[in-house]
């Protein structure tokens, strides 16, 4: 494995991190999800990504307990709070309030004493962002979480919260997770930039665009049994689904034969590619998964490997 400082923090996180969205503590048996982190953490896979929404609290127990036979020190955790975890007004957000109950129960359903990285899962409109700030310095102060990061916030509020940290002398964010791939690049235009000068780290989800990097649908076929495209992330597979993409896919996988690995190994070395990038979060439902994305460590794409996929991906490569 190979690992990146997170931003311009000292925290070193594998190039490949493990996600539990839409997989663990609900879709894949306890069982699998378990075999599927002892695997990860054999390959060296030490940066582990989970939230407070995921199935209510379900992912976090399951993946606090499959990490619970290491080391603490030996491991990453990261997880996230926003989404509403109840029907009270109080039950969501970024509230001081929201933030330390969601804290404090994520802390009791991973049995850990602190959190890695604590993010803060989107924006939240209906609350100061210094309130949301303040919040997360003190719990920093009080080893409840060692460092702090957001998720999909946009280039101008990520800048706000790093212009009131840096004001106020408040503990700065290392980190953002947007979803970025192949496929979906809006991070490119504004966040990126912003981020390197900044210094704050990526740390990005569905690197394979919901699996459709992975090759594994074909044009005018029905989606695999048990495959996402037949799960509840329907929507979200769907729309990358389009007779454009289809062309481009077609086209990658050549690059991907040339290269011998496969169409996932490319695409998130395609993502690693980008030094800001830390760290790739796939989700595996099967060991076997895992052991194949890992490899995309070792995929060295050339300046020309890239320039070529820049045409693919702009689709000016079939005129």
Same mark, same amino acid.
């Given at each position: 494995?190979?690992?990146?400082?997170?931003?311009?923090?000292?925290?070193?996180?594998?190039?490949?991190?493990?996600?539990?969205?839409?997989?663990?503590?609900? %879709?894949?048996?306890?069982?699998?999800?378990?075999?599927? /982190? @002892?695997?990860?953490?054999?390959?060296?896979?030490?940066?582990? @990504?989970?939230?407070? +929404?995921?199935?209510?609290?379900?992912?976090? /127990? $399951?993946?606090?307990?499959?990490?619970?036979?290491?080391?603490? @020190?030996?491991? $990453?955790?990261?997880?996230?709070?926003?989404?509403?975890?109840? =029907?009270?007004?109080?039950?969501?957000?970024?509230?001081?309030?929201?933030?330390?109950?969601?804290?404090?129960?994520?802390?009791? #359903?991973?049995?850990?004493?602190?959190?890695?990285?604590?993010?803060?899962?989107?924006? =939240?409109?209906?609350?100061? *962002?210094?309130?949301?700030?303040?919040?997360?310095?003190?719990? +920093?102060?009080?080893?409840?979480? *060692?460092?702090?990061?957001?998720?999909?916030?946009?280039?101008?509020?990520?800048?706000? &919260?790093?212009?009131?940290?840096?004001?106020?002398?408040?503990?700065?964010?290392?980190?953002?997770?947007?979803?970025?791939?192949?496929?979906?690049?809006?991070?490119?235009?504004? +966040?990126?930039?912003?981020?390197?000068?900044?210094?704050?780290?990526?740390? +990005?989800?569905?690197? *394979?665009?919901?699996?459709?990097?992975?090759?594994?649908?074909?044009?005018?076929?029905?989606?695999?049994?048990?495959?996402?495209?037949?799960?509840?992330?329907?929507?979200?597979?769907?729309?990358?689904? %389009?007779?454009?993409?289809?062309?481009?896919?077609?086209?990658?996988?050549?690059?991907?034969?040339?290269?011998?690995?496969?169409? &996932?190994?490319?695409?998130?070395?395609?993502?690693?590619?980008?030094?800001? $990038? &830390?760290?790739?979060?796939?989700?595996?439902? #099967?060991?076997?998964?895992?052991?194949?994305? $890992?490899?995309?460590?070792?995929?060295?794409?050339?300046?020309?490997?890239?320039?070529?996929?820049?045409?693919? *991906?702009?689709?000016?490569?079939?005129?």
């Amino acid at each position: 494995m190979k690992y990146r400082n997170l931003g311009r923090s000292g925290l070193k996180i594998s190039e490949i991190g493990l996600g539990s969205w839409l997989t663990y503590g609900g %879709t894949v048996e306890d069982q699998t999800a378990e075999t599927c /982190i @002892d695997k990860a953490y054999e390959l060296g896979i030490n940066f582990f @990504d989970t939230a407070n +929404v995921y199935r209510r609290g379900e992912a976090e /127990i $399951v993946v606090g307990r499959a990490l619970a036979k290491y080391q603490r @020190d030996s491991y $990453v955790l990261a997880t996230k709070a926003y989404w509403p975890m109840g =029907d009270g007004p109080n039950d969501r957000g970024l509230s001081r309030k929201h933030i330390f109950e969601q804290v404090n129960a994520s802390l009791k #359903r991973l049995n850990v004493d602190y959190i890695d990285l604590w993010q803060c899962h989107r924006f =939240d409109v209906e609350t100061p *962002l210094e309130e949301t700030l303040r919040a997360i310095d003190d719990l +920093v102060t009080q080893g409840k979480i *060692l460092y702090a990061g957001v998720s999909e916030w946009s280039a101008l509020q990520i800048q706000e &919260a790093l212009q009131i940290a840096d004001r106020k002398l408040l503990d700065r964010i290392i980190s953002n997770q947007p979803q970025y791939s192949m496929l979906e690049r809006y991070i490119e235009k504004d +966040v990126l930039p912003l981020c390197e000068r900044e210094g704050v780290g990526q740390v +990005v989800w569905s690197p *394979l665009a919901q699996g459709v990097l992975t090759g594994k649908y074909t044009k005018g076929q029905a989606a695999p049994e048990g495959s996402r495209a037949t799960t509840e992330a329907a929507n979200m597979v769907n729309r990358f689904l %389009t007779d454009e993409n289809f062309a481009k896919l077609d086209a990658l996988k050549l690059v991907a034969e040339r290269k011998e690995c496969s169409m &996932a190994q490319l695409a998130l070395a395609w993502v690693l590619r980008k030094p800001n $990038v &830390a760290s790739a979060i796939i989700g595996a439902s #099967r060991p076997s998964q895992v052991e194949e994305n $890992v490899k995309a460590i070792d995929v060295q794409l050339s300046t020309d490997d890239i320039a070529e996929i820049e045409t693919i *991906l702009s689709g000016k490569a079939a005129q």
